[in-house]
T-cell receptor, first 113, second 115 residues
Framework: EAQVTQNPRYLITVTGKKLTVTCSQN?????MSWYRQDPGLGLRQIYY???????DKGDVPEGYKVSRKEKRNFPLILESPSPNQTSLYFC????????????FGQGTRLTVV | AQSVAQPEDQVNVAEGNPLTVKCTYS??????LFWYVQYPNRGLQFLLK??????LVKGSYGFEAEFNKSQTSFHLKKPSALVSDSALYFC?????????????FGKGTMLLVSP
């Protein structure tokens, strides 16, 4: 089954404790992205990657890091999480081409206390 | 810069009645437009898209959307709503002339269908 898999689905952590949210897709897509979803703000892009070893900042990159060492994986790293990073996070992948739709993971609900 | 506006935070409709969820966009060229649906505790699911051609686009679950270039709108419609259509709906736009195919989303509209 074609899918984007995120782990964990739920995470509660403390301020400053480094964490990684994993994302993996099995569709051989070049493009991958991370979004955060907050009430009243919709989805905002954090980082994106056009291919292996090619990443760039989205609209809200502060406090986040990513890496793309393999085509299928695109982890999101919070090196020193803060409470304002409490949010619902989505990973997405899509084939090349601006007319293609994105496929989303199930989401990771992160709470930073 | 591209942007999307969904003017209604919530739309209420009775089951069996037609529904419309509104979306307007701003982009420099001819847009690529998308609708996604999010059910509780789930990721976003693709419903339909407009790329070019016929202004009326048909998608999943009986939904359709009408592209109106003069009004820069892409409203989502369904002739007869179901209670199971209750969910959060997102409109998204992509500028075909942008350097990267970034999707810009609206803030979302909650659709509530009452029995």
């Amino acid at each position: 089954e074609a899918q984007v898999t995120q782990n964990p689905r739920y995470l509660i952590t403390v301020t400053g404790k480094k964490l990684t949210v994993t994302c993996s897709q099995n569709m051989n897509h070049e493009y991958m992205s991370w979004y955060r979803q907050d009430p009243g703000l919709g989805l905002r892009q954090i980082y994106y990657s056009m291919n292996v070893e090619v990443t760039d900042k989205g609209d809200v990159p502060e406090g986040y890091k990513v890496s793309r060492k393999e085509k299928r994986n695109f982890p999101l790293i919070l090196e020193s999480p803060s409470p304002n990073q409490t949010s619902l996070y989505f990973c997405a992948s899509s084939p090349p081409g601006r007319n293609t739709e994105a496929f989303f993971g199930q989401g990771t609900r992160l709470t930073v206390v | 810069a591209q942007s999307v506006a969904q003017p209604e935070d919530q739309v209420n409709v009775a089951e069996g009645n037609p529904l419309t969820v509104k979306c307007t966009y701003s982009v420099s060229g001819n847009p690529y437009l998308f609708w996604y649906v999010q059910y509780p505790n789930r990721g976003l699911q693709f419903l339909l898209k407009y790329i070019t051609g016929d202004n009326l686009v048909k998608g999943s679950y009986g939904f359709e959307a009408e592209f109106n270039k003069s009004q820069t709108s892409f409203h989502l419609k369904k002739p007869s709503a179901l209670v199971s259509d209750s969910a959060l709906y997102f409109c998204a736009v992509r500028d075909p002339n942008s350097g990267y195919s970034t999707l810009t989303f609206g803030k979302g509209t909650m659709l509530l269908v009452s029995p």
